[in-house]
């Protein structure tokens, strides 16, 4: 393999509603972030795992993954690229292609991991899952006035993991000054090119109750 996975899992899950972080919630019995990693390490690709869990569950979250696959666990940080950032530091030499992904989109397929290193693998310095936009989108001022209709063919939708050259993430990360949620852009901002491949249903980010809904509904459908 000549891939690491950095899976920031330090958030609250604050959209989800109160009790543990969401990393930690159950979906069918085992955690978010054991789905998650379960899948990203089953990935041929995938030499190294990196996990940036809350600072209070590091411990907790190294037992956890240690029967799962073998994975580097961090202390993530208050916002979501300081995590990030924390994880890439723990990535060992050596290893040319790092991928990003949120514990959230726990049911990622494996195929999606190595889609987006392949097209790093190809070429591209960054690389990201996209689906279309399906509702019409609004752009609205404070009082929600509509002052337009956004074109929605030119709109996509962004999922995880999005693949980076290291030394391209690794440099956008340096270059970074206010927090982004997603790390193409950073890429973009640094004035780097980012290339969409297809995502997929399954990588939905599990983000308010419904999302749990809808991925035990999902596991069900897989047989487990
Ligand atoms: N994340 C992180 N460190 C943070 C914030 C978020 O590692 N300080 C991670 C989350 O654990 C999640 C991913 O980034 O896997 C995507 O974030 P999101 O879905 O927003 O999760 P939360 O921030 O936990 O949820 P919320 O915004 O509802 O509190
Ligand atoms: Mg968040």
């Known amino acids: 393999g000549d891939v690491a996975v950095l899976v920031p899992a330090a958030g609250a899950g604050v959209r989800l509603g109160a009790g543990a972080p969401k990393a930690l919630r159950p979906l069918a019995g085992a955690p978010l ?3 998650a990693v379960r899948r990203v390490a089953l990935a041929p690709s995938v030499r190294c795992v990196v996990v940036a869990a809350p600072p209070a569950e590091v411990d907790a979250v190294r037992a956890l993954l240690a029967p799962v696959a073998p994975v580097t666990v961090v202390a993530g ?3 979501r690229q300081q995590s990030v950032a924390a994880a890439l530091a723990a990535v060992p030499a050596g290893i040319p292609i790092v991928l990003v992904h949120d514990a959230a989109r726990a049911l990622t397929p494996p195929a999606l991991v190595e889609a987006v290193a392949a097209a790093v693998r190809g070429g591209a310095d960054a690389v990201i899952p996209v689906l279309p936009v399906i509702d019409t989108i609004k752009e609205v001022d404070a009082a929600g006035t509509v002052l337009g209709t956004v074109d929605r063919a ?5 999922q995880t993991p999005q693949g980076f050259r290291r030394t391209v993430l690794a440099a956008a990360h340096a270059a970074a000054t206010d927090p982004l949620t997603d790390d193409a852009g950073l890429v ?3 004035g780097g090119a980012v290339l969409c491949v297809p995502g ?14 809808i991925a035990e509904a999902l596991l069900a459908a897989e047989g487990g």
């Open 33 to 35: 972030l054991v789905h």
């Open 77 to 79: 940080g208050a916002e």
């Open 154 to 158: 030119a709109l996509r939708a962004v």
């Open 188 to 190: 973009e901002k640094a």
């Open 200 to 213: 997929s249903e399954l990588a939905l980010k599990i983000t308010r109750p419904l999302d749990l809904l």
